[in-house]
Structures are given as C-alpha cells and as structure tokens.
C-alpha cells in the first residue's frame, strides 16, 4: 500500500499571518516540517500543497516536491483532497496528511497513523501524553479512545473531566496528522459539516460524528505542539536549536 505524504501549507493565518514562512532556527516553518517527514521514512512519495506561489518556490528551491492548490479551500483535508484527486497522484492507495506549522512530530505519530489504516482503519491518528497541568490549554487537544484504540471525541476542552479531583486521570493530546484510504478520504470531504465542528473548530470532529471511524495510535512520551501562537514558535525554536546543537561536531 504506498503512501502519499501531503502537507497542506495555507499561507493565510488570523493568529500567525504568513505563519509557513515564518523564521524557525533560520529557516522557514515548513521546511522544517518537511524536512521532519521525509525523515521519517513513512512515505513513498511527498508533496507540499499550498495556496501560494511564495510557498511552492521555497519548497522546490529546498528541492521538495510543491503543488498550487486553490485558494477557497476551507480546511487542509481539503487541500489534501484535490491533490489526491489529480491523475499525477493516482496510484496511491494511502494518504497521509501532516499538518503545515508540525515541525516537532514524532516520527512515531506519522507510523502510528499509517499502520492504523493498514490495519483496517478508514482514518487513522495520533497522540501522546500529555501533563495534566497543560489539560486546560485550548490550543492542546485532547482525545479519548475507546477499548479498540478509535477516537470517542477530540476537545479542546481537558477530556475527561476528573469531577472528584482524583489526579489520576490520563490526558492523551492529539497530534495533527491523518491517514486516510483514498474512500475514505472522499467521503470526509463530502460530508456535511456539523455543529461540534464549528463549535470547537476542529475538522476531524466531521467525520467521527458521521460514523466514520477514527483509529488512533498513542505513544510514549509527550506530545509536541504545533505552531498556533507566538508562543509556539518561540517553544519550537528553542527545541530545534537545542536539537541543532546535540548533533553539531
């Protein structure tokens, strides 16, 4: 089952304008990102999907494979989902979707998310651990699984709620990234939107509540966030130049 490796890149950001071009540890964001799934292993072939030309020639000139997309798509799923749909792009069975501002993601995430579609999932994931002292961050989300490891709910809210404070509830953050079976896929992008969507602006709540199952992989060891806020890259600079500097002679 080949995989496609797409990284939708949207230049646009309300709370980080131009946010993948934005300098991290001396390089733009999503070089890094890049960089960290072709690393990985996981893909046969890699791709970064983007509404702008700026994007695409940063990325070729990192000699990366780059693709224009539109520009009105409303989510990355999206993005994803009409480069997969191009006949360049057809003989890929599995698609997996890394979200452009995750220069820090493990390696386990993009594996586990895979092999959850290997395995049989329609939608496969990930998340790690996460500190019960970070639980009521909103730019954190949580998941809860269910007894066969698929997504019962995402939430940015701290799921679950420990109402009697026994300080033994387990926190398990989501990892921005998706695999999908080119059905699936097509389903996700053809499905109407639902209100928990819009509520906690969280894509993958769309085709959870329709019934479609979500697989999710949970690995050791915290999960890195993505890059939301200033704070985030400032976080994510630190921990690349620390990284930098471990493997500097």
Request: with cysteine.
């Amino acid at each position: 089952m080949p995989v496609l490796g797409v990284v939708p890149a949207r230049l646009g950001s309300s709370r980080l304008p131009r946010k993948p071009l934005l300098s991290l540890a001396g390089e733009p964001l999503i070089l890094w990102v890049v960089r960290r799934v072709a690393e990985a292993g996981v893909c046969d072939r890699l791709v970064v999907a983007t509404d702008a030309r700026e994007i695409v020639a940063v990325v070729e000139r990192a000699r990366f494979e780059a693709v224009l997309t539109c520009a009105d798509h409303q989510s990355g799923t999206e993005r994803v989902a009409e480069v997969v749909g191009s006949k360049s792009f057809s003989s890929y069975d599995v698609v997996l979707n890394v979200q452009g501002d995750e220069p820090l993601v493990a390696p386990a995430a993009l594996h586990g998310a895979v092999a959850r579609v290997r395995s049989g999932d329609p939608i496969g994931t990930a998340a790690g651990d996460l500190d019960r002292a970070l639980a009521g961050d909103p730019n954190r989300v949580k998941v809860v699984t269910d007894a066969r490891g698929r997504a019962v709910y995402f939430s940015r809210a701290p799921i679950p709620f420990d109402r009697d404070g026994a300080r033994d509830v387990i926190y398990h953050q989501h990892v921005g990234v998706y695999a999908y079976t080119r059905e699936a896929l097509d389903r996700w992008i053809r499905l109407a939107p639902v209100p928990e969507e819009r509520w906690e602006q969280l894509e993958q709540l769309r085709p959870l509540l329709h019934g479609i199952p979500i697989g999710v992989t949970l690995f050791p060891g915290p999960a890195a966030p993505g890059v939301d806020t200033a704070d985030d890259l400032r976080y994510a600079e630190a921990q690349l130049r620390r990284q930098l500097r471990e493997v500097s002679p």
